[in-house]
């Protein structure tokens, strides 16, 4: 009896060994030299490098609009848009004081920016650059336009020269809601043609001189920092 439970100690010992080699086989062991286990949030190569196909995000901030300027800054870059003491420096001022990070400076430069890429969308008839800078009553009466437009077989050869003057004439605050009023003294090259390709307007060779009236309108309580076009109108 004895005997045979040896032998099956014996048999169950060396079952025992065997398994334990082909488990070690299969899931390798700990040498002190394994790769380490991949974490995407610190992928860093031998050298401490990123490696090219991550990107790392910054931690512990949020975004902002813009820095809020300091009284100096803006005073100083105020005189570059507005005559000192004048109504629409003082019409600015409040703004600021509802929006510490309005820049008076660098809104008229890109309510410029604005304006080439409106009245060039505008001319190719081109609705998706149109729809993210526009109001929605603006918007829909561009495309009304470009869709008459359309409708008569009418295409637009269009340049964009370049813009002379952009100045600030008018501001508002209305239910935390910022109007800024532009006039733009811009040239342009423009003819609109036909459908046989004949000139019906304009000139494809002379450059006009144009006067625009632009009302620029933010929400001043949203984190959207940018600003739509909700009115225009022909200057002289």
Do not use: C
Request: glycine content about 6%; charged content about 30%; overall charge negative.
């Amino acid at each position: 009896m004895n005997g045979t439970l040896d032998i099956l100690t014996l048999i169950f010992l060396v079952l025992a060994v065997v398994i334990f080699i082909k488990l070690r086989s299969v899931l390798g062991r700990r040498t002190g030299h394994e790769r380490p286990r991949y974490d995407p949030y610190n992928a860093e190569d031998a050298n401490g490098n990123m490696p090219d196909n991550i990107v790392t995000l910054p931690r512990g901030e949020t975004p902002r609009m813009s820095e809020e300027l300091d009284q100096d800054t803006f005073a100083r870059r105020l005189k570059e848009v507005a005559p000192e003491g004048g109504a629409v420096a003082s019409k600015l001022q409040d703004i600021a004081k509802i929006d510490r990070s309005f820049d008076p400076k660098h809104f008229v430069t890109g309510a410029k920016s604005a304006y080439e890429m409106i009245v060039t969308a505008f001319a190719e008839g081109d609705r998706r650059a149109l729809k993210n800078l526009l109001s929605k009553e603006v918007y829909d009466s561009f495309v009304s336009a470009i869709a008459e437009r359309d409708q008569r077989g009418e295409s637009v050869e269009f340049k964009f020269v370049g813009i002379s003057k952009a100045e600030i004439t008018d501001a508002d605050i209305h239910n935390k809601t910022i109007n800024v009023t532009i006039k733009f003294s811009s040239d342009i090259i423009t003819a609109t043609l036909n459908r046989s390709a004949e000139v019906i307007e304009g000139s494809p060779e002379q450059i006009r001189e144009v006067i625009d009236f632009w009302t620029f309108s933010r929400d001043a309580t949203s984190r959207d920092p940018n600003w739509k076009v909700v009115a225009t109108g022909a200057g002289s």
